[in-house]
C-alpha cells in the first residue's frame, strides 16, 4: 500500500502565483488533515476533513482553500502565494471509528518556498 | 501559554545510555496521547500511544500523570537510529480526531 502520498514533494513560487497541493490515500480513511511546520512550531492544523464533500478549518486556515471532492483525496489550494506561506506541508489521514486512540498517518511532506 | 510544551532540546547522549523525555498539556479535558517520532527532513510517524497505566514497547516505556497533565517518554539502551525529534502529541477527543502537536525534544545519540 501506498498510504499517504503528497505532491509535489518540492515546489518553489513567486508571490502571487497559486498552486494546489494534492494528498491521496488508499486506506479508506474518513479523515483527513493539512498541517504546517514551521522551525521552532509544533505542527499546525490548517484545514481538515471529516467526510467526502466536508471541510472544516483549524488552527492557521488564513491563506489557504480546501477541498474534498473524492473521499481518497484531499487538495490543499493556496490562491495567492506569500512569503509567510513558505513552510512544509504535512497531510494526513485516520480512520473515523470514535476511538481516540486512532493514530493519524502522515505523507512525506512538501516542501514549499514563495519568494 | 502552549497547549503542548516540551524541552526543544538537544539531549546528547551515548550510545547505551538511557534518556527521558517530558512533557506537559494544558488543557485536562484531553483524551489520548501519544509519542511521535520524526527523522530529519521526514514525517511524523507514530511510536506509542500513551495510557494512563504506563506502557512499554522494547526499550521504550512511556507514562502519563493525568493530574499533573505530565507526559513521558523513557528511552533504555540508546542506539544511534533512536537520534531523531520526539513529539509529544494530545488529542482532544471530539469528533474530529484532531491532534495538538508539542514542538519536539531532538535527541542525538552519540557513538
Known amino acids: 500500500n501506498a498510504g499517504v502520498t503528497q505532491t509535489p514533494k518540492f515546489r518553489v513560487l513567486k508571490t502571487g502565483q497559486s498552486m494546489t497541493l494534492l494528498c491521496a490515500q488508499d486506506?479508506?480513511?474518513?479523515?483527513m488533515y493539512w498541517y504546517r511546520q514551521d522551525p521552532g512550531m509544533g505542527l499546525r492544523l490548517i484545514h481538515y476533513?471529516?467526510?467526502?464533500?466536508?471541510?472544516a478549518k483549524g488552527e492557521v486556515p488564513d491563506g489557504y482553500n480546501v477541498s474534498r471532492l473524492k473521499k481518497q483525496n484531499f487538495l490543499l489550494g493556496l490562491e495567492s502565494a506569500a512569503p509567510s506561506q513558505t513552510s512544509v506541508y504535512f497531510c494526513?489521514?485516520?480512520?473515523?471509528?470514535?476511538?481516540?486512540?486512532?493514530?493519524?498517518?502522515f505523507g512525506d511532506g512538501t516542501r514549499l518556498s514563495i519568494l | 501559554r502552549k497547549e503542548v510544551e516540551q524541552d526543544p532540546g538537544p539531549f546528547n547522549v551515548p550510545e547505551g545510555a538511557t534518556v527521558a523525555f517530558n512533557c506537559t498539556y494544558s488543557?485536562?479535558?484531553?483524551?489520548?496521547f501519544f509519542w511521535y517520532r520524526q527523522d530529519c527532513r521526514k514525517e511524523p510517524k507514530l511510536l506509542m500511544s500513551?495510557?494512563?497505566s504506563g506502557n512499554e514497547d522494547g526499550r521504550f516505556t512511556a507514562q502519563l500523570n493525568r493530574a499533573s497533565q505530565y507526559i513521558s517518554l523513557l528511552i533504555r539502551d540508546s542506539k544511534l537510529s533512536d537520534s531523531a525529534t520526539y513529539l509529544c502529541?494530545?488529542?482532544?477527543?471530539?469528533?474530529?480526531?484532531?491532534?495538538?502537536f508539542g514542538t519536539g525534544t531532538l535527541l542525538a545519540v552519540q557513538p
Open positions: 494526513a489521514s485516520s480512520y473515523a471509528t470514535g476511538d481516540v486512540n486512532q493514530p493519524q498517518h
Open positions: 486506506m479508506n480513511h474518513e479523515y
Open positions: 476533513s471529516v467526510g467526502e464533500g466536508t471541510t
Open positions: 488543557n485536562s479535558a484531553s483524551q489520548s
Open positions: 500513551v495510557y494512563s
Open positions: 502529541v494530545v488529542n482532544l477527543g471530539g469528533a474530529t480526531n484532531k491532534l495538538i
